[in-house]
C-alpha cells in the first residue's frame, strides 16, 4: 500500500477549512454576515480539531505543518475581502493587511534566498497582530449582522488599531532582519559612490 502523508485526519480537517472559505467570503460579500461567521465558527473549529487530533493521535505531519497556517491564511484574507466587498470594513484596510503580509513574505523570502537566516516563526507582536485581526473580523461581523451602532463605533476603533498593528509589525519584522545582519557584520550603510 502507498503511504500518502497528506492524508491524515487532521489535514484533512484544514483541507475542508480551505474548502468552506470560498463559502464564507460569498455570504460576506453578499452581505449575510450572521451567517458568515456562523460559517467561520465551524471553519475555527476545524483549526481546533485538526491541531488536537495531531497532538493526542501523533497524526502530525510535515505537509500539515505547512498546510495549515496557509489554511489560516487564505481564510483570514478571504474574510477581510468579503467584508470588504459587502461593505463592512474600507478598502483600504484589506490592501493595507495584504501589503504588509507581502511585505513580510518578501523579506522572509530574501532572508531564505541570501542569508542563512532560517528563524522564520512570528514574533509575539506578529500573533498579537492575527489575533486582533480575527477578533477585529468577528466583531465587525457581529455589528453589522446584528445592526448594532454601538459595536459598529467599537469597530471604528478596532480596525484603526488593526491598521496600527500592520504598521508596527512590518516595522518589528524588518528591524529583527536587520539585528541579524548587524550581530553578523554585514555593512548596512549606503556607499556614497
Known amino acids: ?64 505543518l505547512y498546510l495549515d497556517p496557509i489554511a489560516d491564511k487564505i481564510l483570514l484574507s478571504s474574510i477581510y475581502i468579503g467584508l470588504a466587498a459587502g461593505g463592512a470594513v474600507p478598502m483600504w484596510v484589506v490592501v493595507l493587511i495584504f501589503g504588509r503580509d507581502f511585505f513580510i513574505l518578501a523579506l522572509s523570502a530574501w532572508a531564505l534566498r541570501f542569508t542563512t537566516f532560517r528563524n522564520l516563526t512570528p514574533s509575539v507582536w506578529g500573533k498579537a497582530s492575527t489575533f486582533l485581526q480575527i477578533m477585529t473580523a468577528v466583531a465587525v461581523m457581529a455589528a ?50
Open 1 to 64: 500500500m502507498i503511504n500518502v502523508p497528506m492524508l491524515t485526519i487532521p489535514n484533512l480537517f484544514t483541507m475542508v477549512r480551505i474548502a468552506m472559505t470560498p463559502f464564507i467570503l460569498y455570504a460576506l460579500a453578499r452581505g449575510h454576515f450572521l451567517f458568515g461567521a456562523w460559517l467561520f465558527g465551524a471553519a475555527a473549529f476545524t483549526d481546533l480539531l485538526d491541531g488536537a487530533v495531531a497532538r493526542r493521535f501523533g497524526g502530525e505531519s510535515k505537509i500539515g
Open 144 to 193: 453589522e449582522g446584528y445592526h448594532d451602532a454601538v459595536l459598529r463605533r467599537i469597530c471604528d476603533v478596532l480596525i484603526l488599531t488593526v491598521a496600527g498593528f500592520a504598521f508596527f509589525t512590518a516595522a518589528d519584522y524588518s528591524w529583527r532582519g536587520v539585528r541579524w545582519l548587524r550581530r553578523r557584520g554585514v555593512d548596512l550603510t549606503l556607499s556614497q559612490e
